[in-house]
């Protein structure tokens, strides 16, 4: 069992006993190892069934809008921290809600990059390896084999916004952030249309997983919902894919914490997360903007400054170059 | 190439740019009849998915415009939207969507002459990109194959 499993629930007990709050929001065995459920957990008892969700990438915070008038706390590693930040500019949820418990991220593991996934039997965290029993064998791995595509461009991995927090180690920020972002830069333009088309809207089928999975795609309606007018056809048209998946990511300029949940719910497992992180890029580059690292900053499209890069905007001052 | 002649879609301001655009009717500027004018309250009222769309159904181009930055109506609308713009640019960009096909510009409402100027230029470079093919909505039968390599 893993060690950051026995820390969460003696904490949860911890806390549903002194009264901090009344009830968390954790993930819980699931069906298959890969697939923990998310839970509220409202007595020191039940707390017994809180694990470290090794395997599962969503973001816990998108059940929020469902929890109405319960102190509830929440295991916080650095993206679900940056996501409540977020929310709390949006006014979506207030601070004093929410009992906020750090926990110094290791990293979350892709089911997608274990070979023989249907054998395994049981899995084992301990440390930096990675046990998995089939019927015959245990097979090792090490995490940092494992690791989900967005946890190895983490930046943050250590929560931001917390009450208080968990002992342990956490994973090294990433020095190489945006490398799937700058490998595309390279290509050429027809290039990188060849790989959008071929990597996302000709196989996405619009199942909108990614959508639904996003803590911060919130919106009572969303875009793809209207049907006056009508954004987005209602057949698998490439067009209509790729209208999707652009004003999707745009949604998430400035906002995008890079918790990789769209990435992890994606049943055909697309690269959904390098639009957010092409945004991300380019937000920190020509804004130095961060999204959800503290609560004063205004968010990146709330505000503006005057010497915004315009290069780009035609005007007849620049065209007379006077 | 002759004979493709480029359909703009235009989303002006009503504070600048369709004044501009009015006094180059006045003042009786020819410029080619490629634009569908759409007027928005502001610039900062076009969204990506009303460029996108646009596009989507058949414009080969989309102007968007509005009051120069320190003119605007609401005071702060155009600076928040050139932000935006900014992003979206570079979006356009980096997924090799021809981002020249969507042009933005500061137009003031004297600034008539300027707005031809604008709409012929940009009509030229549609002319020379050719008609927008990979956005346009067309029905098509599965599977999808890429037509642009």
């Given amino acids: 069992m893993n060690s950051l499993t026995f820390k969460l629930r003696e904490k949860a007990r911890q806390i549903l006993k002194e009264g901090q709050a009344e009830a968390i929001l954790a993930f819980t065995e699931g069906p298959t190892p890969f697939k923990p459920r998310l839970a509220l957990i409202k007595s020191p008892e039940e707390a017994e069934r809180i694990v470290w969700p090794g395997f599962s990438g969503l973001n816990p915070l998108t059940l929020w809008p469902k929890i109405k008038d319960i102190k509830t706390a929440i295991f916080a590693t650095g993206c679900i921290s940056r996501t409540l930040a977020v929310l709390i500019k949006e006014k979506q949820l207030e601070r004093e809600e929410i009992y906020v418990v750090g926990v110094p991220c290791p990293g979350l593991l892709d089911p997608q990059k274990i070979p023989d996934k249907p054998e395994i039997k049981k899995i084992d965290e301990k440390e930096e390896k990675i046990f998995f029993e089939t019927q015959k064998e245990t097979k090792v791995f090490l995490r940092r084999e494992l690791l989900r595509e967005t946890c190895l461009s983490c930046r943050h991995p250590s929560p931001t916004l917390y009450d208080e927090i968990l002992e342990g180690e956490s994973l090294t920020p990433s020095k190489i952030p945006f490398s799937r972002v700058e490998e595309l830069e390279k290509l050429s333009s027809e290039e990188r249309a060849y790989w959008f088309f071929e990597k996302i809207v000709s196989p996405c089928i619009r199942c909108y997983a990614c959508r639904n999975a996003c803590p911060l795609c919130y919106c009572p309606q969303c875009f793809v919902d209207d049907s006056r007018p009508q954004w987005v056809g209602k057949t698998r048209d490439p067009i209509d894919n790729l209208l999707y998946h652009l004003v999707r990511a745009f949604h998430l300029a400035g906002r995008c914490v890079n918790c990789g949940s769209c990435e992890a719910a994606c049943p055909l497992g697309l690269p959904l997360q390098v639009l957010n992180q092409k945004l991300i890029k380019e937000a920190f580059e020509n804004f130095t903007y961060e999204a959800g690292l503290d609560l004063e900053s205004p968010l990146l499209f709330d505000t503006y400054d005057e010497k915004d890069p315009d290069d780009f905007i035609v005007t007849a001052k620049r065209k007379t170059g006077g | ?149």
């Fill in chain 2, 1 to 149: 190439m002759s004979t493709f002649e480029p359909k703009i879609v235009a989303f002006l301001c009503n504070w600048c740019s369709y004044a501009g655009a009015d006094l180059a009717g006045v003042s009786r500027r020819p410029y080619p009849p490629s634009l569908r004018i759409v007027r928005v309250p502001c610039s900062s009222r076009v969204t990506p998915a009303m460029i996108l769309s646009a596009l989507k159904a058949g414009a080969d181009g989309v102007l968007v415009s509005g009051c120069h930055p320190g003119d605007c109506h609401y005071l702060t609308g155009n600076l928040f939207a050139r932000r935006r713009f900014f992003m979206l640019r570079k979006l356009l960009e980096f997924v090799g969507l021809e981002p020249e096909r969507i042009a933005f510009a500061w137009i003031s409402a004297s600034e008539g002459d300027f707005f031809a100027e604008v709409v012929k230029e940009f009509t030229d470079k549609l002319r020379q990109i050719g008609p927008n093919l990979k956005f346009r909505k067309v029905l098509r039968r599965e599977p999808f194959e890429f037509p642009y390599l």
